[in-house]
C-alpha cells in the first residue's frame, strides 16, 4: 500500500499543531527504541527521520504528512535517564496534554524493544492508555535481533495485557512493516466519533 511521507514541521507546543483537522498516528517508545528507523522503514525511505545514537534526541512533536492524508506524529522518548527532571515533566505534560485534548488522535503505536520484555516504564505506559481507554497498538521493534522465543514470549505478555494488536517489527530486515503499513492507513481512515477497540480487555469489563 502507498505511504508517501514528507516531513512538514517540528512543534514543542500543543497550541501550535495543526489546526487543518486531519487524522494523526501518533508513535512513542523510550529512547532510543528505534522510532526513526521504524517511520524510515513504513515510508521506504532512508534519510526521512533522522537517526541518533544519542538517546533523547527527539524533544518535540515532529509531523509527517502521509499520502497527503492524514499525519504520522513522532512523539518524544522517555526513559532517558540523563535528560533532567524539569525536562522530562516538561514532555510528560505535553504528553498528557496531546494524548487527552487532541481530537484528531485516531491511535498510538507504543513501540518496545523487543529484546527487553516487561520494562517497568513501557508497562507503566501501557496501564496509562488502557486507564484511559486511548486507541493504542503495539509495535515490537528490533526483531531481527531478539529470538523467536524471545518476541512470542513478549507478543504474549502484550496480548494477556490486553493488547488486540502486536506487530514484531525490523527496519532491517523490513519484517512485519508491510502489515503495519496497512494497519496504520486504515486506522487514520476510522471516525473520530467512533469508540475504537483496541485493547481486548475494556471490551469485557
Known amino acids: 500500500m502507498k505511504f508517501e511521507a514528507a516531513f512538514i514541521s517540528s512543534f514543542s507546543k500543543i497550541e501550535d499543531l495543526p489546526k487543518d483537522g486531519r487524522p494523526e498516528i501518533a ?12 517511520i524510515n522503514a513504513l515510508a521506504a525511505r532512508k534519510q ?5 545514537a544519542t538517546p533523547g534526541k527527539t524533544r518535540t512533536l515532529n509531523y509527517y504528512l ?8 513522532d512523539m518524544p522518548g522517555y526513559g532517558y535517564a540523563k535528560q533532567s527532571k524539569t525536562d522530562r515533566g516538561h514532555w510528560a505534560r505535553i504528553a498528557e496534554r496531546y494524548f487527552l485534548e487532541r481530537a484528531e488522535l485516531r491511535a498510538i503505536g507504543l513501540l518496545i524493544d523487543a529484546r527487553h520484555a516487561g520494562l517497568e516504564s513501557d508497562m507503566a505506559v501501557l496501564e496509562w ?13 528490533k526483531a531481527d535481533k531478539a529470538s523467536q522465543q524471545g518476541i512470542a514470549h513478549h507478543t504474549r505478555v502484550l496480548i494477556d495485557s490486553g493488547f488486540l494488536h502486536v506487530f514484531a517489527t525490523s527496519a532491517e530486515t523490513g519484517k512485519s512493516i508491510a ?19 483496541v485493547f481486548h480487555s475494556l471490551a469485557r469489563e
Open 48 to 52: 526521512l527521520a533522522k537517526t541518533s
Open 179 to 197: 502489515q503495519l503499513r496497512k494497519f496504520i492507513l486504515e486506522s487514520s481512515m476510522e471516525r473520530d466519533d467512533r469508540a475504537p477497540q
Open 66 to 73: 502521509i499520502n497527503g492524508n492524514f499525519y504520522l506524529v
Open 27 to 38: 508513535l512513542i517508545g523510550r529512547s532510543n527504541v528505534g522510532k526513526s528507523s521504524l
Open 129 to 141: 492508555f488502557k486507564g484511559h481507554h486511548l486507541p493504542a497498538f503495539a509495535v515490537l521493534t
